[in-house]
């Protein structure tokens, strides 16, 4: 009876465990008028094949649909309607099972992001004025910004540290303590108050 009272609670401590190993782990930026969306389980496995939703957040009005590639990594020009009506775009993952999450893109990240024109090939190369110049910029900040982004996002993600394994640890031999002393307790304890 005490083994079986101890594998239930174990099991049961368990399962958020086992839950957070299946998560999917979404992360998406903004480049010029696409965003990319990237997948992933625990442990940078890509999520291979993953179904991809983009919604309008406020109507949740579904704007696109796709599949992720073999790393997990879908790409899309932002609809029109979209950058005309400023939405926010919500975008969901899922890789089966249940498995599923989200991403939300304001509409400033995405329109504070002017599309890329199309280089001008020319002998001389035409004066840079000021706008030019800041959307150069804002191009090559956009593409290089984006691998910190992802590792930012994937450092929110924190694994279960020394101090939460001991906690859980501890947890579970209090709980075992108050089986053992509640089980073992006499009836004539219980006559007595």
């Known amino acids: 009876m005490r083994t079986r009272l101890f594998f239930l609670l174990f099991s ?41 939703t983009v919604q309008n957040n406020a109507s949740k009005a579904i704007l696109l649909e796709g599949i992720g590639d073999e790393n997990g990594i879908f790409t899309f020009t932002i609809p029109a309607i979209a950058r005309e009506e400023h939405m926010d775009l919500l975008i969901g993952v899922s890789g089966g099972e249940g498995h599923q999450s989200q991403w939300l893109v304001p509409a400033e ?13 020319q002998s001389v190369a035409p004066p840079l004025n000021d706008d030019k ?32 394994i ?26 007595e108050k």
């Open 166 to 191: 001991m906690g859980g640890i501890g947890y579970l031999l209090g709980l075992a303590g108050l089986v053992a002393w509640l089980k073992n307790r006499r009836p004539k304890d219980l006559s």
């Open 133 to 164: 110049l800041k959307q150069m910029i804002q191009e090559l900040l956009t593409q290089e910004l984006a691998p910190i982004k992802r590792s930012l996002a994937a450092a929110e993600d924190k694994k279960p540290g020394f101090h939460d």
């Open 109 to 121: 990240e995405y329109l504070s992001a002017a599309p890329p024109t199309p280089p001008i090939v």
């Open 12 to 52: 049961i401590l368990l399962l958020p465990c086992l839950a957070q190993a299946h998560k999917i782990h979404v992360f998406a930026w903004v480049s010029g008028d696409t965003i990319t969306v990237e997948s992933s389980f625990s442990g940078n496995r890509p999520l291979v094949n993953g179904s991809v």
